[in-house]
C-alpha cells in the first residue's frame, strides 16, 4: 500500500469516525457496531490461517489400480513400516 492510499485510507476513517461520533447511538448499538467490526475482522484473519483445504472422500471411496499403484505400491519384502515411521518422527524431532 502506497503513501497516497494509506492517506486516503486514514482520512476516510478520520471522517467515518466523526460521522460515527455525531450519531445519537445507544450502548447496545455502538456495541452492535463494534461487534460487527470486529467479527469482520476474525473472519479475514480465520481466511488467511486456512491456506490448506483437503478434500472430502466418501467412506466407499475405492481408488483404481493405476492410482494405488502410483502412490502406495508394493512394500517391499521384509519393510518394517514401525521401524521406518519411528525413524521418521526422529528425523522430524531433530
Given amino acids: 500500500m502506497g503513501k497516497t492510499s494509506t492517506y486516503q485510507a486514514s482520512a476516510a476513517m478520520s471522517n ?3 460521522y460515527l461520533r455525531g450519531l445519537s447511538l445507544s450502548s447496545e448499538d ?3 457496531l463494534a461487534d460487527k467490526l470486529v467479527e469482520n475482522t476474525e473472519k479475514k484473519e480465520s481466511k488467511k490461517a486456512k491456506d490448506l483445504v483437503f478434500p472430502k472422500i466418501g467412506a ?3 481408488p483404481s489400480p493405476e492410482i494405488l499403484a502410483m502412490s502406495c505400491g508394493p512394500l517391499p519384502e521384509g ?3 514401525e521401524k521406518e515411521l519411528d525413524i521418521m518422527w526422529e528425523e522430524w524431532a531433530k
Fill in 16 to 18: 467515518l469516525w466523526n
Fill in 30 to 32: 455502538r456495541h452492535w
Fill in 60 to 62: 466407499d471411496f475405492k
Fill in 79 to 81: 519393510f518394517d513400516i
